[in-house]
């Protein structure tokens, strides 16, 4: 039988025409990722959100888009309520500030199911007060970080938490489920469901919310919006 030569050249565009197959078809697929943008459930008051580094912003509206490297301004007296992505849902209080710095998920590929398999959502609260509700409804993987100065919070589970932060002083309260807290110079810890943590501080656990009069408005609030949150998100 005769010795056939295939040119390097075929051989080279071969793999890659193989490598590209893979990476379009879902057998080799490992998800597709996507940046996509936080749903305004409603606001009251004057909202704006834009480019901090341009300073142009914009008045908020039902219909705003407002994707990842965004600041959201509330001021006094207003409020915003958004999705971030399925499952996690914020209310911004008065005189607050955020920057959306990631707002992303991944699906299986599958253009018919277009199963879900990550999504993530990161906030900075510069100023002010957020209540979050996280809610973990099914078996899709999710992470939601809210970070205050030096502190980062995720929840792991169902959980309703409020942090709220002046730029120097920051206070996690937790009204239902538990949310984690974790910093450079400090240990990874736990606040439950009726206690919270405020930095800096000399204490190494949590506290009662019972104890502390501004504590306890977190928990009174982030109680009062969570019902208008769950409402919203069913109507969404």
Not at 47 to 76: W, Y
Not at 161 to 189: H, N
Request: proline share 5%; hydrophobic share 40%.
């Amino acid at each position: 039988m005769p010795i056939v030569y295939i040119p390097m050249r075929l051989v080279s565009f071969s793999g890659m025409f193989a490598l590209c197959f893979c990476l379009l078809g879902n057998g080799c697929s490992k998800g597709i990722t996507r940046s996509t943008v936080a749903v305004v459930f409603s606001l009251r008051g004057n909202v704006v959100f834009g480019d901090a580094e341009r300073n142009h912003f914009q008045p908020v509206t039902p219909k705003s888009r407002i994707h990842a490297g965004d600041i959201v301004r509330t001021l006094d007296h207003a409020s915003i309520n958004l999705a971030l992505i399925p499952g996690v849902f914020v209310q911004l209080s008065g005189d607050s500030e955020i920057k959306v710095e990631e707002l992303r998920i991944t699906k299986d590929g599958n253009e018919t199911a277009e199963r879900m398999l990550d999504r993530r959502a990161s906030i900075r609260l510069n100023r002010g007060r957020i209540v979050s509700l996280f809610s973990q409804s099914d078996k899709t993987a999710s992470r939601f970080d809210v970070t205050a100065g030096q502190i980062t919070f995720r929840p792991d589970y169902d959980c309703l938490f409020s942090v709220w932060t002046d730029g120097t002083t920051s206070r996690a309260t937790c009204g239902r489920g538990e949310v984690g807290a974790s910093a450079d110079a400090q240990p990874p810890l736990k606040i439950a469901a009726g206690y919270f943590f405020q930095w800096p501080t000399a204490s190494k656990e949590p506290i009662a919310a019972s104890a502390d009069a501004s504590a306890q408005m977190d928990i009174k609030t982030a109680i009062d919006v969570e019902p208008e949150l769950l409402d919203q998100a069913a109507g969404w």
